[in-house]
Nanobody, 119 residues
Framework: QLQLVESGGGLVQPGGSLRLSCAAA??????????VRWYRQAPGKEREWVARIGPTDTYIDYADAVRGRFTISEDNAKTTVYLQMDNLKPEDTAVYYC??????????WGQGTQVTVSS
C-alpha cells in the first residue's frame, strides 16, 4: 500500500503562513492521474475536506472556509502537492492529511501533520 508523507506543519501565530507538502514515500511515484485532496481534522470534530487538485491543474477547488486564503498547487514533476496557507486563523488548527485517489480504486493517505494557530 502506497504511503503518502505530509510535512510543513507547526505552530504559527494568527495571520501567519505555512506551506504543507505531500509526497509519496516511494520514489518514482507521480500524482499525474490522481486527484489529490487535503483534509483536516480538529480535536473533537469530523475530518473535513479543504482543497483539491487534479488530475490536471485546471481542476482546483476549495472549501468555503479557506477559499481566498489557501492555495493548492503541485510541482512540475507532479511528485509533490503543496498547500500554501496564508492569513491563518485559530480555527484552522487541525491535523492536515493528504489523500490521493484514482477512480475510487486507488486511495492513499498520509499520517497527517499538525498545524496549530495560536498566539
Amino acid at each position: 500500500q502506497l504511503q503518502l508523507v505530509e510535512s510543513g506543519g507547526g505552530l504559527v501565530q494568527p495571520g501567519g503562513s505555512l506551506r504543507l507538502s505531500c509526497a509519496a514515500a516511494t520514489s518514482g511515484f507521480t500524482f499525474s492521474v490522481y486527484v489529490v485532496r487535503w483534509y483536516r481534522q480538529a480535536p473533537g470534530k469530523e475530518r473535513e475536506w479543504v482543497a483539491r487538485i487534479g488530475p490536471t491543474d485546471t481542476y482546483i477547488d476549495y472549501a468555503d472556509a479557506v477559499r481566498g486564503r489557501f492555495t493548492i498547487s503541485e510541482d512540475n514533476a507532479k511528485t509533490t502537492v503543496y498547500l500554501q496557507m496564508d492569513n491563518l486563523k485559530p480555527e484552522d488548527t487541525a491535523v492536515y492529511y493528504c489523500n490521493a485517489n484514482l477512480a475510487s480504486q486507488y486511495d492513499y493517505w498520509g499520517q497527517g501533520t499538525q498545524v496549530t494557530v495560536s498566539s
